[in-house]
């Protein structure tokens, strides 16, 4: 039980990016929000426009998209906001609901990249079963999975994490409500069995949302790799691993920069610390993403092309 002097507090202050620049700041990341919100606006309507782009790999690249236009919207905004005010107060129930948005949409991007590897090991290692095992619906359904285990997974940390007594200390040293800053806010005399289990639920939590689809995704590429090794003609294993490129790359960005993050060591507090790292997987993978699918695929460049040429014809 807290102590009877202690003040339990109600709302939360965001240190946010602090720096001498916040003007420059502001404008820097205001644009890199918008060119954001176009980028994974035009994947959305142009595969939903063409026809040709109805296939599951493409599918699942609009899921992607909106999950990314909205996992960073749950974010930028309110940093964009504290670049220009001086009053970074944010309530319990505020701070509570950014922390669950993140999480849920953080969990459904590792899933679609995980279906995303699967699509590409069915297309690959058993081609000719690949529209039977891969249909629309099957993919749809995927996607909606995806979205419905991010909704609930996150629903026991909000429950435990924001259950707990806060005292003293109500700074937050990030630019949003991060689960590791908010458990350390809570009274020191919280039980300690209390905090044990929400500990351990945290970890069971994060397992089952960042490894466990990173080792589906190491899976797949493993059997996709022997397979374009069986692969004779040069031109065969080119074309094998084409499909693969952009999905990789958009792997290898958001689950890295997401482990560096999350992994405190002494270098990552030098230089920056956890919150300007954090800013690779919620600002800029979103960002490059439309520009890795589209400059690296000839079927959504085409369609952008036509897409373009329809606008400007009136």
Not at 127 to 146: D, Q
Not at 162 to 180: A, E, M, R
Not at 224 to 239: H, N, Q, T
């Amino acid at each position: 039980m807290a102590r009877k002097n202690e003040t339990h507090i109600t709302e939360f202050i965001l240190l946010g990016l602090s720096s001498e620049f916040q003007p420059l700041l502001f404008g820097i990341f205001i644009i890199i929000y918008i060119f954001t919100l176009t980028g994974n606006s035009m994947i959305i309507l142009i595969v939903s426009l063409d026809s040709h782009l109805h296939t599951p790999m493409y599918l699942f690249l609009r899921s992607l998209s909106l999950t990314e236009m909205l996992y960073t919207t749950v974010t930028v905004p309110r940093m964009l906001r504290d670049f220009l005010h001086k009053n970074k107060e944010i309530s319990q129930i505020s701070c509570a609901a950014q922390f669950y948005f993140f999480c849920c949409l953080g969990a459904s991007e590792c899933f679609i990249l995980a279906f995303m590897a699967y699509d590409r090991y069915l297309a690959i290692c058993h081609p000719l079963h690949y529209m039977t095992r891969m249909t629309k619906s099957k993919c749809l359904y995927f996607s909606l999975a995806s979205w419905v285990t991010g909704l609930v997974l996150p629903l026991g940390n909000i429950i435990m994490v924001f259950g707990l007594p806060f005292c003293n200390s109500n700074i937050i040293d990030h630019f949003f409500c991060d689960i590791l800053q908010v458990i350390h806010l809570a009274c020191s005399e919280a039980l300690p069995s209390t905090l044990v289990v929400i500990k351990l639920y945290v970890l069971i939590y994060t397992f089952l949302v960042i490894p466990l689809p990173f080792i589906l995704i190491l899976l797949s590429y493993t059997r996709i790799f022997i397979s374009v090794l069986r692969i004779r003609s040069a031109a065969g294993r080119k074309k094998a691993c084409s499909t693969c490129g952009s999905h990789l790359i958009s792997v290898s960005l958001f689950f890295g920069s997401a482990t560096i993050t999350y992994l405190r060591t002494e270098a990552i507090n030098t230089y920056g610390g956890p919150k300007v790292w954090s800013l690779f997987f919620l600002v800029f993978v979103p960002m490059l993403n439309p520009l890795i699918y589209s400059l690296r695929n000839n079927e959504v460049k085409r369609a952008l092309q036509k897409f373009g040429q329809k606008v400007f014809s009136g």
